[in-house]
């Protein structure tokens, strides 16, 4: 699994066996600080040995930075590749906090036995579009004004979060958007199925963030939705699913090709 951090670099996270983490950077533009790394690799020890545990509250940056004797900056991204795949999330006035969760289901949740190449992300894609289409035909008769309430207010946020240019808090309620909508089938299956198979795409959404005409697209495209939805239009609902979809495999597509030309140079 490839995942950009703030300094450019891209972080490669091999999901196929929790026991056997396997990372590398490859410079996007030029070769630039890989303490960081190393920082990741030692809080993912941290955690195997169990002197890290679900809900501890890491270090400020300040102090990690001192006790590995590195610049905040390394630290800083470090942390960003941990938050990025789950395992690290940030809260207002307590921290960075450990989430609770075992290796394992972090970073195969389905029991996988693959790595997330860009061949194995489209196929995953493929089944997302699959899936999503099942959750619409699901709806009607099953989705509460509840239901229709929480969407609207993750897609007020979402839209508060794009004015506000915070695209990591766009990308949160980007995949929350998605997630409440299992969740609206009601169906104990569906919402276990999203569970396992969604964390994979969450690097995803935090990547196609960077670009403001994604932003600005699925904006447009989640309105589209909820709107169709309301209005129990459900083909339409799935040409819009489908034309984000392919979207997101195009930006993937050019992001690898990025990537691959990058390491040839």
Same mark, same amino acid.
């Given at each position: 699994?490839?995942?950009?951090?703030?300094?450019?670099?891209?972080?490669? /996270?091999?999901?196929?066996?929790?026991?056997?983490?396997?990372?590398?950077?490859?410079?996007?533009?030029?070769? *630039?600080?890989?303490?960081?790394?190393?920082?990741?690799?030692?809080?993912?020890?941290?955690?195997?040995?169990? =002197?890290?545990?679900?809900?501890?509250?890491?270090?400020?940056?300040?102090?990690?930075?001192?006790?590995?004797?590195?610049? *905040?900056?390394?630290?800083? %991204?470090?942390?960003? @590749?941990? +938050?990025?795949?789950? /395992?690290?999330?940030?809260?207002?006035? /307590?921290?960075?906090?450990?989430?609770?969760?075992?290796?394992?289901?972090?970073?195969?949740?389905?029991?996988?036995?693959?790595?997330?190449?860009?061949?194995?992300?489209?196929?995953?894609?493929?089944?997302? %579009?699959?899936?999503?289409?099942?959750?619409?035909?699901?709806?009607?008769? *099953?989705?509460? +004004?509840?239901?229709? %309430?929480?969407?609207?207010?993750?897609?007020?946020?979402? =839209? #508060?979060?794009?004015?506000?240019?915070?695209?990591?808090?766009?990308?949160? #309620?980007?995949?929350?958007?998605?997630? @409440?909508?299992?969740?609206?089938?009601?169906?104990?299956?569906?919402?276990?199925? #999203?569970?396992?198979?969604?964390?994979?795409?969450?690097?995803?959404?935090?990547?196609?963030?960077?670009?403001?005409?994604?932003?600005?697209?699925?904006?447009?495209?989640?309105?589209?939705?909820?709107?169709?939805?309301?209005?129990? =239009?459900?083909?339409?609902?799935?040409?819009?699913?489908? =034309?984000? /979809?392919? *979207?997101?495999?195009? #930006?993937?597509?050019?992001?690898?090709?990025?990537?691959?030309?990058?390491?040839?140079?």
């Amino acid at each position: 699994m490839y995942i950009t951090c703030h300094t450019g670099n891209t972080v490669y /996270i091999s999901l196929s066996n929790a026991n056997n983490i396997s990372l590398k950077i490859h410079p996007m533009e030029e070769s *630039r600080d890989k303490k960081s790394i190393t920082i990741f690799k030692q809080i993912i020890q941290d955690i195997k040995t169990q =002197k890290l545990n679900g809900g501890d509250v890491l270090p400020s940056e300040s102090e990690l930075s001192k006790m590995y004797s590195v610049g *905040r900056g390394s630290i800083r %991204e470090a942390l960003h @590749a941990l +938050e990025a795949v789950g /395992i690290v999330k940030k809260q207002a006035g /307590i921290g960075t906090v450990l989430e609770n969760f075992s290796l394992e289901s972090i970073f195969n949740p389905a029991g996988l036995l693959f790595e997330l190449d860009y061949n194995n992300l489209i196929q995953v894609l493929d089944f997302r %579009e699959i899936f999503e289409e099942i959750v619409i035909k699901m709806l009607p008769g *099953r989705i509460t +004004e509840k239901d229709i %309430e929480n969407l609207e207010e993750i897609l007020a946020l979402t =839209k #508060f979060y794009y004015n506000r240019k915070d695209t990591r808090k766009f990308s949160e #309620f980007d995949y929350k958007f998605h997630q @409440a909508l299992a969740e609206s089938t009601h169906n104990i299956v569906i919402i276990s199925m #999203f569970n396992m198979i969604f964390p994979f795409l969450k690097y995803i959404l935090s990547q196609t963030v960077n670009i403001p005409e994604n932003l600005i697209d699925t904006l447009s495209e989640h309105t589209e939705v909820l709107e169709l939805i309301k209005s129990n =239009k459900i083909e339409d609902t799935g040409k819009i699913i489908k =034309k984000h /979809i392919d *979207r997101v495999k195009e #930006f993937l597509k050019k992001s690898m090709e990025k990537l691959e030309s990058a390491k040839k140079n």
